[in-house]
């Protein structure tokens, strides 16, 4: 059995790293295809070189541009590769342009598709990542959901009949790292308490009124913050005039996967509007705060473990609130999800 994994974005290389494991050793013939939606090293080699992920087979070497011009050149070279490769399944990851492009690229020429992290939903249609997901599990032939709620939201959808709760394969990733975290860690970020935060999507991002609150709001926090700064923050705060220098408020390069989860594990708490972040700090026992109205990981508000605060009131107190007490519950699998996606796909081929 061939398959053909499509990846381009960071949390896309963080999925790969498990399920890239699992197929080695279930003898799967494996060929990876980077698109290159993230190029710089930061968001991209220091995950294969970190995870230790073979490196792509085919690099397209996309990179930045508009939705339409990003997915569509992914879209034409996706067509030429693909047509090569001749895979049994390609398998998609997530929600992003990578993703998109590779389920219209894959369903026009008859092959099978799989998609790894299927049935989430946000019902917020103004996100770009909402009609990436659920355009692509309308076209996937086999739709891997990661927990019970994903499978109910295809249901509801029609899709019933093609999903699979296989658990999530970044739970697989986290609990591995955590543990050689705990074996050999690093040093701290810093000496001090702190309170992590990232913040990337285009609704906070791309209005500068808009971003200047959430970065005010990241300075009015109780404790110092370490901001771990996405290109694409740099370059809208940039752009829209925003000052990213403010009292409290420590910005530095993204990290590495390993070194993220240490961070997660050492801080009071997180503020973030990533989706893999929120279910991180959930996984690895970190209070966070989501600056977005709503989450498509809804399992990580029970018990209070993650709050939403889209318009940043109180954001300095509940970013440092005390630990929630513990769940005893894992919504998104114990860690064998990758294994699962494998064997699968290989009971679904046709
Ligand atoms: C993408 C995904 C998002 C995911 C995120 C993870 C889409 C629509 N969005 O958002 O779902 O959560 O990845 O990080 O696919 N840039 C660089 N270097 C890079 C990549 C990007 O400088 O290596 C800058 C460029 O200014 C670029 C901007 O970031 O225009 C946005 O990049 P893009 O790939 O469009 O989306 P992300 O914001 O990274």
Not at 144 to 153: G, H, I, R, Y
Not at 293 to 322: D, K, M, Q, S
Request: glycine share 8%; charged share 20%.
């Amino acid at each position: 059995m061939r398959v053909v994994s499509v990846v381009g974005a960071r949390p896309q290389f963080v999925k790969l790293a498990p399920v890239s494991e699992a197929m080695a050793i279930l003898g799967v013939d494996h060929v990876i295809v980077n698109t290159g939606q993230h190029y710089d090293p930061a968001l991209s080699s220091v995950f294969f070189d970190g995870l230790s992920i073979p490196p792509a087979d085919v690099d397209l070497g996309v990179g930045s541009g508009s939705h339409g011009e990003q997915t569509g050149e992914m879209l034409a070279k996706l067509e030429a590769a693909l047509g090569e490769l001749a895979p049994d399944w390609v398998l998609l990851y997530g929600d992003t342009n990578s993703t998109l492009a590779g389920a219209v690229a894959a369903v026009k020429m008859h092959l099978p598709v799989a998609h790894v992290e299927a049935g989430l939903r946000s019902r917020n249609r103004r996100m770009p990542e909402e009609h990436n997901r659920v355009l692509t599990d309308h076209a996937a032939d086999l739709l891997l959901a990661p927990t019970e709620l994903a499978v109910a939201n295809l249901a509801a959808e029609g899709l019933g009949d093609r999903t699979v709760n296989t658990g999530d394969v970044m739970v697989d990733v986290c609990l591995r790292v955590r543990d050689r975290v705990l074996a050999n860690p690093a040093p701290r970020l810093t000496e001090e308490e702190y309170v992590l935060a990232t913040v990337h999507r285009a609704e906070n991002t791309d209005d500068p009124e808009r971003l200047d609150a959430v970065i005010e709001g990241l300075a009015s926090i109780d404790a110092p913050v370490i901001l771990l700064a996405h290109p694409r923050l740099i370059q809208r705060a940039k752009d829209g005039g925003v000052s990213l220098e403010r009292p409290g408020l420590q910005v530095r390069t993204p990290l590495g996967y390993r070194e993220t989860v240490q961070a997660v594990m050492e801080a009071q708490g997180v503020v973030t509007d990533s989706g893999g972040l929120q279910k991180e700090c959930f996984i690895l026992g970190t209070p966070a705060v989501t600056v977005r109205t709503e989450t498509e990981w809804v399992e990580t508000l029970a018990g209070g473990w993650n709050i939403l605060c889209p318009e940043l009131a109180g954001i300095g107190e509940l970013a440092v609130r005390p630990r929630p007490e513990a769940l005893h519950t894992a919504p998104f699998g114990e860690g064998d999800a990758a294994t699962r996606v494998v064997t699968t796909l290989m009971e679904w081929q046709r």
